[in-house]
């Protein structure tokens, strides 16, 4: 495994980047790898992660992010003196070591060596963490870097490298004036290129600031490079070449750039891969269509390396989506570009045109922004040939044709993260600003969802009226979303309505119906429900060409929430047709994955709709997994339709997968709705299933009062014996989870003899175990396995996978308590094998609680703390606060 510092904290494996988990579980990431092996006690780790503003249970929050460190296989040890991560696999040890053997090697193996070393730094060290203690650690890398820059340099110019090194030297004094090393550097690649003039001007500009700045002079080594540098200014080697003057007739170099974006904010990882050799780079954008930032990045890169184009920088807007004027023609442009160029009168035919243009630029070092390109056919001819040129192109289409044909390369922009959309928001507003209302900040900036053109619209309405609180505008922006977001010059609106341009009707269409569902993703499958056509790749194809929406996961396609927001606004008239399709196809499909999932459920009929093919209970959980937020979606659009009896059937559907999952709090929202749409129907079964379910749900989070409220409910409506033994077996499990042990048993044994006269064998097995753990934890060990012993045969002759788990996790209770310890090992090891096997999380973190319980009893210590602390992370990712508070009373 490979751990990455030197820009976002990153670890991967096999060169794929694993799922770290948020920004403070980077922070405790990187605290252990900056101590290079050593231990770290928990309470400098708090410090250096959280600084002065730690959470009210900042350890406990700690052993959970280095738990689910722990769960993505990294080697976290646990040691007297703290935690620690032992590995020298860290770019920054790499960076040293590099550094180290380059400072005694030869100039040659070491300029190797040094860019070795420095192409491993992707951005800003520790980017995005934001504790005192990483900016201090960050200033110190960088520090460390900038040093092995300047030895880097020192190398290149004893090479006879000064004048390839020229733009670097005056981009880095630039960005800080008052080094005098890396002064002296530039002065002396100037006077070595034969630019002896320019080097003493600098000289003398640096001494002048040392002077007002400082109140000092340049250091003795700067001060004997400049007094040789005026040794030789008369005698300079023969091929130097004075650059003073220009003959008469020399036009001037044009400089067309607009002015760079004063507040562009991030972008490094896009910036750098601008920098990569090419000769032709094309900027898109993913994840949205206007207002994603690509004239802001190609005029800030563009700014940033005007020495590397000393022979000029061409520019035009090819308006491709002007939402008043038609796209500029590519004559028109070439006109444009030739008159800057010199040329009076260009000549009529494009051809020609292009031709002439090309060989003016040639053989010279030219830079030329191509912004908001139409499509490939306005481009080409616009592009330069020659082989020291570069064409910025941006375009809110994929310009497919310009990377197959003329081998361009797509630096694609998504929105901003959180850290770069405060970062830009503070530099317009200012910290004081910001700071004060931090969580009206962090929705503000929600609401934005990272779009630039967004944050500008913000910023400058927040500017405008310096006395309004954040606050105030972040109401508006909840209740009125893109009305808050128009603007006398930036119309969000217009700036989508523009990408619709280029659509056929058939994506136009589908670009409307997607922002009706509130999805967060969809698939294939889901589209063409939606639509009512099989062929929907096409259109998804245009609309993914023009950035309205991203398939961010093979076959799966996102829109940006406020691109959704208006594609909502533009929707087909009459579109519940599409979708009740689309409704359906999620409802018929949960309906049979439940029924692979829980094959002895009572049957009920099968909501209408296109149901995806699955094949058993694994295809049914992974695809529960991949569909749930887009069902719970699904939901809420029948909810929101009153199409009361799918909405029912939904959560209905999701019962069995939200118990395996532990999806406690979903499975209140989901049933909620469900018991809104009961009332609304009268229907008495459906208003039984959702106070019953609602009622467990709500008891599972601790809402107990609630809880029994609901299930009395279903307890009173039920009429049919069936009924009335599910509803005493909800009715037994909440009170045992109240504590209520004898008062459990008494509904047990209801279900259990209400079971027995019904008949039904796998409803026995699972009333018999009920019973027998109930009698167990009341201390009648004989009998609880008796009971238990009859459900075990009862489901294994039955095939019943579910209940042979829960009856072995019954019997590992009853061996462990009845002074049987390594029986009940293998009780537990069986259950927790049937579980894992079954996908069942939750009762998988119920059973390795239990087992952590009897290794700790047998003296297998490590073992026991293994299994408590992985169930302390299935506790917590399911939110089961309580149980997760007891097991983390036992690891302390």
């Known amino acids: 495994m490979d751990f990455e510092l030197l820009g976002g904290v990153r670890a991967r494996v096999g060169g794929d980047d694993l799922d770290i988990g948020h920004t403070r579980r980077r922070s405790v990431l990187a605290a252990l790898l900056l101590e290079a092996g050593r231990p770290v006690p928990a309470e400098r780790l708090v410090d250096r992660v959280w600084g002065e503003r730690p959470p009210l249970r900042a350890k406990e929050t700690l052993y959970g992010y280095v738990s689910k460190l722990r769960a993505a296989g990294i080697d976290i040890q646990r040691g007297p003196g703290g935690y620690l991560l032992d590995t020298d696999r860290v770019d920054l040890v790499e960076f040293r070591a590099l550094a180290e053997q380059a400072r005694t090697a030869p100039d040659e193996r070491a300029a190797e060596l040094y860019d070795r070393a420095l192409r491993l730094w992707r951005g800003d060290a520790l980017d995005g963490l934001d504790s005192p203690w990483f900016a201090q650690v960050r200033e110190a890398l960088h520090a460390e870097r900038a040093a092995v820059e300047l030895d880097r340099n020192d190398v290149a110019i004893r090479l006879g490298d000064h004048a390839a090194l020229l733009p670097a030297l005056r981009r880095a004094t630039r960005a800080d004036p008052l080094d005098e090393r890396l002064a002296g550097q530039l002065v002396l690649a100037l006077h070595l290129s034969g630019r002896s003039s320019e080097a003493l001007r600098h000289y003398d500009a640096l001494r002048r600031t040392l002077a007002d700045e400082l109140g000092t002079d340049p250091g003795k080594p700067l001060q004997d490079l400049h007094l040789r540098v005026l040794g030789h200014q008369d005698a300079q080697p023969a091929d130097a070449t004075l650059v003073d ?48 930032g690509k004239t802001a990045l190609a005029l800030h890169w563009a700014h940033r390396h005007l020495d590397d184009f000393p022979d000029g920088q061409l520019y035009v807007n090819l308006r491709g989506f002007d939402p008043v004027g038609d796209p500029v023609t590519p004559e028109n442009a070439l006109r444009g570009f030739l008159e800057a160029l010199g040329v009076d009168d260009p000549p009529a035919d494009l051809d020609a045109r292009s031709a002439l243009y090309r060989s003016l630029v040639a053989d010279k070092r030219v830079l030329v922004v191509l912004d908001n390109a139409r499509d490939t ?36 922009l998504d929105v901003l993260d959180e850290h770069e959309s405060r970062t830009f928001l503070t530099a317009r507003l200012g910290a004081e600003r910001v700071e004060a209302e931090p969580d009206v900040t962090g929705e503000l900036l929600e609401l934005c969802g990272g779009l630039p053109l967004a944050l500008s619209i913000v910023a400058a309405r927040a500017v405008t009226q310096p006395d309004l609180p954040l606050s105030a505008l972040t109401e508006e922006l909840r209740e009125q979303r893109l009305d808050a977001l128009d603007d006398l010059s930036a119309d969000l609106r217009t700036v989508f309505a523009c990408s619709l341009r280029v659509l056929s009707p058939a994506a136009k269409e589908l670009f409307g119906l997607l922002g009706l569902t509130s999805a967060p993703d969809l698939g294939l499958r889901a589209v063409a429900a939606l639509t009512g056509r099989a062929d929907t790749r096409r259109p998804l194809r245009e609309l993914e060409a023009a950035h309205l929406v991203q398939q961010h996961r093979v076959g ?20 519940d047709v599409n979708l009740k399709a689309f409704v359906g196809h999620f409802a018929a499909t949960a309906h049979a994955g439940d029924r692979l999932i829980e094959p002895h459920r009572p049957p009920i009929t099968a909501p209408d709709g296109d149901p995806v093919p699955l094949a058993d209970v694994t295809a049914a959980m992974d695809w529960f997994d991949a569909e749930y937020e887009s069902l719970l979606a699904a939901q809420r659009l029948a909810a929101d339709h009153r199409w009361h009896a799918v909405a029912w059937h939904v959560a209905w559907a999701l019962t069995n997968y939200h118990l395996r999952r532990g999806h406690a709090a979903e499975d209140i929202a989901v049933w909620r709705a469900a018991l809104d749409a009961a009332d609304a129907l009268q229907d008495r079964f459906m208003r039984v299933s959702a106070h019953k379910f609602l009622g467990m749900a709500l008891t599972d989070v601790g809402r107990y009062d609630e809880g029994d409220h609901h299930l009395r409910e279903a307890l009173g409506l039920v009429e049919d014996d069936y009924g009335k033994a599910a509803a005493h077996r909800a009715m037994a499990w909440a009170m045992e989870r109240r504590g209520d042990v004898a008062g459990a048993l008494v509904h047990a044994q209801a279900q ?15 009333a018999l175990n009920d019973v027998g753990y109930r009698m167990a934890r009341l201390g009648d060990h004989v009998g609880a396995e008796a009971h238990c012993r009859e459900a075990l045969a009862l489901n294994e002759e039955l095939g019943h996978v579910e209940g042979e788990a829960a009856t072995s996790d019954s019997l590992g209770y009853i061996a462990h308590h009845h002074g049987r310890d ?21 009762e998988e973190a119920s059973v ?20 408590r602390q992985r169930a302390l992370t299935l506790f917590r990712a399911q939110g089961r606060v309580e149980d997760a508070d007891e097991v983390l009373a036992q690891l302390a």
Not at 564 to 575: D, K, N, T
Not at 822 to 842: C, G, I
């Open 752 to 766: 259990l003899e209400l079971f027995r006269g019904l008949g039904i064998p796998v409803r026995i097995a699972e």
């Open 822 to 842: 390594e029986d009940a090992v293998e009780h537990y090891r069986h259950a927790l094998e049937l579980y894992r096997r079954l996908d069942n999380s939750y």
């Open 245 to 292: 003057a220009k003959p008469a007739d020399v036009k001037a170099v044009p400089r067309q750039l607009p002015a760079p974006h004063r507040w562009f904010t991030g972008r490094e990882k896009e910036l750098t891969a601008l920098t990569e050799p090419s000769s032709t780079v094309v900027i898109t954008a993913i994840g949205g269509a206007g207002g994603i």
């Open 848 to 867: 390795l609680r239990h087992f952590g319980d009897v290794l700790a009893a047998v003296g297998r210590d490590a073992e026991a703390r293994d299994a």
């Open 556 to 575: 799966r396609y996102r829109m940006h929430d406020l691109v959704r927001l208006y594609a909502a606004e533009v929707a087909p008239p009459r579109a």
């Open 377 to 412: 056919a306005q481009v080409t001819p616009l592009l330069p040939g020659g082989a020291h040129c570069t064409a910025l192109i941006t375009s809110r289409v994929q310009l497919l044709g310009l990377l197959t044909a003329h081998g361009a390369r797509s630096v694609a």
